[in-house]
């Protein structure tokens, strides 16, 4: 047997830094840096401040692997600074400039943040690369098309390709300006959001008004063979811009309906190319338009692959991980299938212990503490829940969560309100994966990482009404008892209670903010919000209850 090859992935300079250690082919941890800096995508207030290397995250994870920088084999960085074009529109060009310039210097500073790094060892992979091969090399089967969709990297904003024994192919490339994640950015912003942040409530906005104006987009985002053009687009032509925080009106909901809409066309169109032109039967998506579980819905189901799946991490942040990934696979490590999206930080139960004794709070550890979750939620108190290894992306998947009880309308309005967020802010269900197909129909089963949308069946919801969107759709996570017997413990506890199989589940954080990552974390969120019970690891602690 030969010697392990151990690669650290890297994303830095722009937003979701994150690190993702890789040794042969095998996915060991992977972290963003907002977990461990607390600021959300990495972002600091101060324009060009944003830049952060991911120092917290990367030295987690050579500590996870019991490792230092000098047994580094190869750095992986997500960003080639030698393919950016600074001629190409998309963005401010001093600013991308500035962006490729840190990139490549990128040696340099890792080495100042990892002692004992050689920096010889950093080599850049292409970002798209880096988001296909997140996606290809990770996914649960072999041989597969990929599709990489998000603002922009170095040059492009689109790659569409292939991936055969490790191997990429790509077929089709879509170079800037034309840019549907910069599209919906740009909407974003109009619409009063942070873009590069806050795109998702733009998705979920959409589903409150019809589709307008879908004709003028129609002609405005063309699509063409392995590609797609967009034309310069006037907001103003359709709605007043909405200042941050102002009125909602209905105007600005059709602006989004149809934007999204007209998103949703192009994939599916983007999709059945690639379909054809690969006679893969599955796909692999990434890059940040693929956190949008609408869009994919529609690709699943109307491009032709008889399978999609999405990486968890879609986001810049998963580039860590998919430069490793890409750069192992080239040095002939077989890749291994991503094993699930808790690769983050856990803590043991002595460490839990400690930290609870420390925050002089009362705590009880009773013999499950699934059943005296379920029975609060029963109650309709709201639960926060850490449990095991932190999730890799943006969703909670029931390692961070603040849960819910279902059956009761007011506890959407409750969450939102507790987590300082707008009200046509849906949440979600967490539902076990034998069960799903009962209560839930029209997206992919099963579902564990919250990327599709699914019908809730007509006669389901008015029982579980806190988890219907108003187009009557849910952004499932289907919990596999075999994978996760902690949570399928706390869901059939629950159902015995209720006769509902299923619970909402919402990210453990608070506007702004990231999820929690730590047990300290937890403590502060559950200490300064209405939560009424907290679940950290086998311990259990209820409002109310700190010691003097």
Not at 302 to 310: C, L, Q, R
Request: aromatic content about 8%.
């Amino acid at each position: 047997m030969g010697a392990l090859v151990r690669v650290l992935g890297i994303n830095a300079v722009f937003h979701d830094p994150a690190a993702a250690l890789v040794v042969d082919g095998e996915v060991v941890a992977a972290a963003e840096e907002e977990r461990f800096s607390r600021r959300k995508h990495g972002k600091r207030p101060v324009p060009f401040a944003a830049w952060e290397l991911p120092e917290g995250a990367a030295a987690w994870c050579l500590e996870e692997a019991g490792i230092t920088a000098a047994d580094l084999d190869v750095v992986a960085y997500s960003y080639d600074p030698t393919l950016v074009d600074h001629s190409r529109g998309g963005t401010d060009p001093e600013w991308e400039r500035l962006r490729s310039t840190y990139a490549s210097r990128a040696p340099l500073f890792l080495r100042s943040a990892l002692p004992g790094l050689d920096p010889e060892v950093v080599c850049f992979v292409p970002h798209h690369v880096a988001h296909a091969a997140s996606a290809g090399l990770a996914a649960p089967f072999g041989d597969c098309a990929v599709l990489t969709v998000d603002g922009r990297g170095e040059r492009t904003s689109m790659l569409a390709g292939e991936y055969r024994d490790g191997r990429l192919t790509v077929h089709a490339e879509q170079e800037l300006p034309h840019s549907l994640g910069l599209l919906y950015e740009e909407l974003t912003e109009y619409l009063g959001f942070r873009r590069s942040s806050d795109e998702y409530k733009v998705m979920a906005l959409s589903s409150y008004a019809k589709p307008r104006f879908r004709a003028d987009f129609a002609e405005l985002v063309r699509v063409r063979p392995g590609g797609f053009e967009i034309d310069d687009i006037d907001w103003r032509n359709w709605a007043p811009p909405r200042e941050p925080g102002g009125e909602v009106l209905d105007e600005h909901a059709e602006l989004a309906a149809s934007v999204q809409t007209r998103l949703e066309e192009v994939l599916v169109e983007l999709t059945a190319w690639l379909r054809q032109h690969t006679g893969k039967n599955r796909l692999a998506l990434a890059g940040g338009v693929a956190l949008n579980c609408v869009a994919n819905t529609r690709m699943a189901s109307e491009s032709g692959f008889d399978e999609v799946w999405v990486q968890p991490a879609a986001g810049d942040a998963g580039t860590a991980l998919g430069a490793a990934l890409q750069v192992g696979a080239e040095r002939g490590d077989p890749p291994v299938p991503m094993p699930g999206a808790d690769l983050g930080r856990g803590f043991d139960t002595e460490h839990l212990r400690a930290v609870l004794r420390s925050a002089a709070v009362d705590f009880e550890r009773p013999a499950d503490v699934a059943e005296e979750a379920a029975a609060a939620l029963a109650r309709d108190e709201t639960v926060g829940w850490f449990e095991g290894r932190a999730e890799f992306g943006p969703r909670a998947l029931g390692h961070r969560s603040l849960l819910a009880h279902p059956g009761h309308a007011h506890n959407v309005e409750r969450l939102n309100e507790v987590k300082g967020r707008e009200q046509f802010r849906p949440v979600a269900p967490m539902v076990s994966a034998e069960r799903a197909a009962e209560i839930f129909s029209g997206g992919p089963l099963p579902s564990p990482y919250m990327l599709f949308v699914h019908d809730v069946r007509e006669h389901w919801r008015e029982r579980v009404p806190a988890v219907v969107h108003v187009d009557g759709t849910a952004r499932i996570q289907t919990v596999d008892r075999g994978d996760e017997p902690v949570l399928a413990r706390l869901l059939d506890a629950f159902e015995s209670r209720t006769g509902l199989p299923l619970v909402v589940n919402t990210s453990f954080n608070t506007a702004g903010g990231p999820m929690v990552d730590s047990p300290v974390d937890a403590l502060e969120c559950f200490g300064a919000f209405p939560i009424d019970v907290l679940v950290l690891g086998p311990f259990l602690v209820r409002r109310g209850r700190q010691r003097s």
